[in-house]
């Protein structure tokens, strides 16, 4: 499949968790929320959106926009978090009776360990046990937060707290990436350096969290602060 042929595609959504209750659901043409009956009642278990005519690439993005829109419309409306996992998405074709082509996503996670001599006699730690270093303590409660956490905004956020804590706020090495939490802390940005460093990351003063293009600018910084972070916290618990 070429991702520079231009078609209409309809990328399907799975629920997430897998049924959500609903009293009812009211769809249009492009986006479709499709139900099933769980005995009692109704539950939404995918979404299905139709693009106008856009190349593959553009249509996943454009695709997952709507879909991260409708996850925060539902959210709103229900009281409780839910989103939506890319299952599949149909090239469409012009005329009946043409072939479809498919591209399904496989989504999953792997978690991954460090076989490590786990000493909880070292100093620094004791100190932590102890509660006569709670700085440390702070710092191993963000650093274990931004870790276990799958959404990319509090993964930087967490890892930030732990190097802004060590270094201050002033620091050259905290302000490389003091920007970076501004543009995730703010509705939009109006201090000057901070704005211009959005608008040259984004190209706006504001960070749409919907947006698959903005989410992806965002992880291309994890590796970097995720570093800095782990060489505090390992310089600590030698």
Same mark, same amino acid.
Request: charged share 25%; proline share 4%; hydrophobic share 35%.
């Given at each position: 499949?070429?991702?520079?042929?231009?078609?209409?595609?309809?990328?399907?959504?799975?629920?997430?968790?897998?049924?959500?209750?609903?009293?009812?659901?009211?769809?249009?043409?492009?986006?479709?929320?499709?139900?099933?009956?769980?005995?009692?009642?109704?539950?939404?278990?995918?979404?299905?959106?139709?693009?106008?005519?856009? $190349?593959?690439?553009? @249509?996943?993005?454009?695709?997952? %926009?709507?879909?991260? =829109?409708? *996850?925060?419309?539902? #959210?709103?409306? +229900?009281?409780?978090?839910?989103?939506?996992?890319?299952?599949?998405?149909?090239?469409?074709?012009?005329?009946?009776?043409?072939?479809?082509?498919?591209?399904?996503?496989?989504?999953?996670?792997?978690?991954?360990?460090?076989?490590?001599?786990?000493?909880?006699?070292?100093?620094?730690?004791?100190?932590?046990? $102890?509660?006569?270093? @709670?700085?440390?303590?702070?710092? %191993?409660?963000?650093? =274990?937060? *931004?870790?276990?956490? #799958?959404?990319? +905004?509090?993964?930087?956020?967490?890892?930030?707290?732990?190097?802004?804590?060590?270094?201050?706020?002033?620091?050259?090495?905290?302000?490389?990436?003091?920007?970076?939490?501004?543009?995730?802390?703010?509705?939009?940005?109006?201090?000057?350096?901070?704005?211009?460093?959005?608008?040259?990351?984004?190209?706006?003063?504001?960070?749409?969290?919907?947006?698959?293009?903005? %989410?992806?600018?965002?992880?291309?910084?994890?590796?970097?602060?995720?570093?800095?972070?782990?060489?505090?916290?390992?310089?600590?618990?030698?």
């Amino acid at each position: 499949m070429s991702n520079t042929n231009i078609s209409e595609w309809m990328a399907t959504f799975s629920c997430v968790p897998e049924k959500i209750p609903v009293a009812n659901v009211v769809s249009f043409e492009s986006i479709n929320l499709v139900t099933e009956s769980n005995g009692t009642g109704i539950v939404l278990v995918s979404i299905k959106i139709k693009t106008p005519k856009l $190349s593959f690439i553009e @249509a996943v993005n454009y695709s997952k %926009l709507l879909a991260n =829109r409708c *996850a925060d419309i539902i #959210s709103s409306m +229900i009281g409780t978090g839910v989103s939506f996992s890319f299952k599949q998405i149909t090239e469409l074709p012009e005329t009946p009776g043409q072939f479809e082509k498919t591209t399904f996503f496989q989504i999953g996670y792997q978690t991954s360990f460090r076989l490590e001599v786990i000493d909880m006699t070292k100093f620094s730690i004791l100190e932590v046990f $102890s509660n006569k270093n @709670a700085k440390l303590a702070r710092q %191993l409660s963000h650093y =274990r937060r *931004a870790l276990l956490s #799958s959404d990319p +905004i509090n993964q930087i956020k967490e890892f930030y707290l732990v190097i802004e804590d060590e270094y201050g706020r002033n620091d050259n090495r905290t302000k490389e990436f003091r920007y970076l939490r501004n543009l995730l802390s703010h509705s939009e940005l109006e201090n000057k350096a901070s704005k211009s460093y959005a608008i040259s990351t984004t190209g706006k003063p504001y960070f749409d969290p919907s947006a698959p293009k903005d %989410l992806e600018l965002l992880i291309a910084h994890i590796p970097k602060i995720k570093s800095v972070a782990e060489t505090i916290i390992k310089g600590k618990l030698k």
